[in-house]
T-cell receptor, first 113, second 113 residues
Framework: GESVGLHLPTLSVQEGDNSIINCAYSNSASDYFIWYKQESGKGPQFIIDIRSNMDKRQGQRVTVLLNKTVKHLSLQIAATQPGDSAVYFCAEILGGATNKLIFGTGTLLAVQP | GAGVSQSPRYKVAKRGQDVALRCDPISGHVSLFWYQQALGQGPEFLTYFQNEAQLDKSGLPSDRFFAERPEGSVSTLKIQRTQQEDSAVYLC???????????FGQGTRLTVV
């Protein structure tokens, strides 16, 4: 079936460096994508979203890039901090009556002090 | 608090036992979702409610799984005759409307022994 997946299961970076987490999606009809952060023992927390009519969106220290040609998403985190250590998921929304989220398997971001 | 509340936080069940997991969504939120998250995986959609109406239950893995939201607020996910493969974190999320941000609870970790 169609799914959202991640290229790198684990990413280790030094504090202060920039982080890039990648994600591939397979449903070309999806028009809305979200990045979530999940810390141990907690539920996913919304970070940033992007619609398919955009190719870039910026938040506070985070940027999401969308390349519809190759069906690829990335999350860039500037000046990575220890508090950024978590599992990051991309998710796509299949529209319609439900708007349910389809999650990938996640990337563990480990920030080294 | 003002967030999504789930109880219990942890549940250990003997194989064959029935369990009930509770979700208190954010007050006034119309949409409510249940997800199942296996260890090391992304959450997988189970079911969706709009107020008291269960509009999508396509993700429920078997007829042992049942969800309800009788008054359009609190929801209960019931699993009958639990099996070891049911061991996972069960996440609840709510959103004000179908097209607005979903907020997740901390989840209930179910372990079937």
């Amino acid at each position: 079936g169609e799914s959202v997946g991640l290229h790198l299961p684990t990413l280790s970076v030094q504090e202060g460096d920039n982080s890039i987490i990648n994600c591939a999606y397979s449903n070309s009809a999806s028009d809305y994508f979200i990045w979530y952060k999940q810390e141990s023992g907690k539920g996913p927390q919304f970070i940033i979203d992007i619609r398919s009519n955009m190719d870039k969106r910026q938040g506070q220290r985070v940027t999401v890039l969308l390349n519809k040609t190759v069906k690829h998403l990335s999350l860039q985190i500037a000046a990575t901090q220890p508090g950024d250590s978590a599992v990051y998921f991309c998710a796509e929304i299949l529209g319609g009556a439900t708007n349910k989220l389809i999650f990938g398997t996640g990337t563990l971001l480990a920030v080294q002090p | 608090g003002a967030g999504v509340s789930q109880s219990p936080r942890y549940k250990v069940a003997k194989r064959g036992q029935d369990v009930a997991l509770r979700c208190d969504p954010i007050s006034g939120h119309v949409s409510l979702f249940w997800y199942q998250q296996a260890l090391g995986q992304g959450p997988e959609f189970l079911t969706y409610f709009q107020n008291e109406a269960q509009l999508d239950k396509s993700g429920l893995p078997s007829d042992r799984f049942f969800a309800e939201r009788p008054e359009g607020s609190v929801s209960t996910l019931k699993i009958q005759r639990t099996q070891q493969e049911d061991s996972a974190v069960y996440l609840c999320a709510s959103s004000l409307t179908i097209s607005t941000e979903a907020f997740f609870g901390q989840g209930t970790r179910l372990t079937v022994v």
